[in-house]
């Protein structure tokens, strides 16, 4: 299994060659080109824009099972989304942290005694080991309740408190990529997948590049995890009578000043049966999402509509004190979740499970692997299961290996972040506490690398606000492949809530010289 390039039969130049050809910069793309990779596999994964550009920096931005899931019966996939819970929290305690949500009883549309069976199921059923479980309280007396609306009789009444995680999304694909390529995977991105033909068994595809350089590769196996574009691409290669589908969805989430106190989100169940997540962002906010909403355009990018945020602005109005409307809406983003298509009747019922749709090696047919569906909690357990389908075409390929093991930047000593940020302040007593945690929340122990022998700020360069300086862009120029103002301020952090105006201008203009 190496990347030795056969010559071309037509021109006799030499062809690159490997064993996967993997479409889709995102979650389930990049954590399938690490386990591949890890196992031995020459691969070589395309996007055709920066990586989580999509779908993958478009989420609620949690580690969780799915609790309203249950209601669905969709018990396999929280069992195994709760399982993968703890475990993503210890490979990425940088990137990831403990949540508890508050689900407030007051104004819910189902009764108590079904929500905490819910809940009871939910803390046993993944072999919850580390996470604290499920709690009750007076809202009226827990500071829980700060920021709630009294509701009936003049009471906030009681809720339930239970655990899940938070991740930084975008983050989390690219430190994927990161370990991919330290691992010998060639990750490319603005390259997009045109056309791939059958011959002798392998994958003649054609790419092209943004610049507009196009060639060709060879590959024994494609996979197929493009997302909204997985039957486009089906369409390129030759094989649109797929019969599975993919169901578009679009989720939309604003972003307002600071809510409520407390480092604490909130579960809210609206009158129609569907879940608003609130929850603490990047210090001075809060973050209000999803929603559900059918998606019939093509796939790309998208913006919340006004209908959106009507609903959502209604949301927090009913449950909390501080009333907004639509004019106190700092950001929010949309993004397009491609589900699998399992016919269900309205947008929120449609499953959040994966399919993997494998069409095996015949004669001179080469192997294809489609990702249908999938959810970034399971993203890790979704790469095992296509690898189970990839070692049927290669089946001297390494064993399962992901599990537990750390992601870049994530061996912190002891996995205790506080200790970490405590040490890079004793190495650099001279940098703002600030800068330190910040650099440690995004990068882990690679923090050090942008660091360097830096003693004081200007040590680091240029500073293009709120403590983002030439020395960081560098590194993620020449790590974390981010090219433009956006991939950096909104993908790779979320500065550009932070940064003054024109900041993006300048970065765009710094990253022209590198």
């Known amino acids: 299994m190496t990347a030795c390039p056969p010559p071309s039969p037509a021109t006799g130049m030499h062809v690159e060659t490997y064993d996967l050809l993997i479409v889709g910069g995102g979650v389930n793309g990049a954590g399938i080109a690490r386990d591949a990779a890890g196992r031995g596999l020459s691969v070589l994964l395309v996007e055709q824009d920066d990586l989580a550009s999509y779908t993958s920096s478009s ?10 899931y249950l209601e669905y019966y969709e018990f396999r996939l929280v069992r195994e989304a709760l399982i993968e819970r703890e475990r993503l929290l210890a490979m990425a305690p940088h ?22 069976l819910g809940l009871f199921l939910y803390d046993n ?31 906030r009444g009681k809720a339930f408190v239970y655990s899940d995680g938070w991740v930084e999304d975008s983050r989390l694909v690219v430190l994927n990529a990161m370990d991919a390529a ?39 196996m494609l996979v197929n995890a493009a997302g909204p574009w997985v039957d486009k691409v089906l369409g390129r290669i030759g094989r649109s009578n797929n019969n599975r589908g993919v169901r578009l969805v679009k989720g939309s989430h604003m972003i307002l000043p600071r809510l409520y106190d407390g480092d604490h989100a909130f579960m809210l169940q609206n ?57 106190d809406i700092v950001w929010s983003y949309a993004g397009i979740r491609p589900l699998y298509d399992d016919h269900a009747a309205n947008a929120s019922a449609v499953t959040r499970d994966y399919v993997l749709d494998f069409e095996k090696p015949e004669k001179t047919r080469a192997p294809l692997l489609s990702i249908f569906g999938g959810k970034i909690t399971t993203y890790r357990k979704l790469a095992e299961h296509a690898m189970e389908h990839i070692a049927e075409v290669f089946p001297t390929a390494g064993k ?27 190495r650099w007593p001279a940098m703002p506490s600030k ?36 020395a960081e862009i560098e590194y993620l120029f020449a790590a974390e492949w981010a090219r433009t103002a956006e991939d950096i301020l909104y993908r790779r952090s979320k500065l550009g809530l932070h940064v003054p105006p024109g900041t993006e ?8 010289t590198l």
């Not at 989420?59 to 309203?68: A, D, M, P």
């Not at 201008?505 to 022209?512: H, R």
């Open 59 to 68: 989420s609620t931005k949690l580690i969780h099972g799915g609790l309203r």
């Open 95 to 116: 990137i990831m942290w403990p949540l508890r949500f508050v689900l407030p009883q007051s104004l819910s549309p189902r009764p108590a005694w079904m929500v905490r």
């Open 125 to 155: 059923l993944g072999g919850r080991k580390n996470l604290p479980g499920t709690e009750t309280i007076n809202l009226d007396r827990s500071p829980g309740g700060i920021g709630l609306k009294p509701q009936k009789g003049k009471k």
């Open 182 to 220: 330290a691992r010998g995977a060639r990750i490319e991105t603005r390259t997009q997948l045109t056309q791939a033909q059958n011959e002798n068994g392998e994958w003649i595809a054609t790419l092209e590049t943004k610049a507009g350089t196009v060639r060709q590769v060879r590959a024994r």
């Open 271 to 327: 009158p129609d049966r569907r879940i608003v997540f609130a929850i603490p962002y990047e210090g001075e906010f809060t973050l209000i999402g999803t929603t559900d909403e059918p998606w019939t355009d093509e796939p790309g990018k998208a913006e919340i509509s006004q209908g959106e945020v009507d609903y959502l602005c209604a949301t927090v109005n009913r449950y909390f004190e501080k009333e907004i409307t639509p004019s």
């Open 400 to 426: 399962a290996w992901t599990a537990g093991e750390p992601l870049p930047g994530g061996n912190l000593p002891g996995q205790d972040f506080d200790r970490f940020v405590a040490d890079l302040s004793s």
């Open 435 to 470: 800068l330190l945690r910040r650099l440690a929340r995004a990068y882990g122990t690679e923090a050090i690398q942008i660091l360097g022998a830096a003693s004081v700020p200007a040590d680091l360069g240029e500073d293009f606000g709120a403590g983002l300086h030439a």
């Open 505 to 512: 201008t300048e970065i765009d203009a710094y990253l022209s």
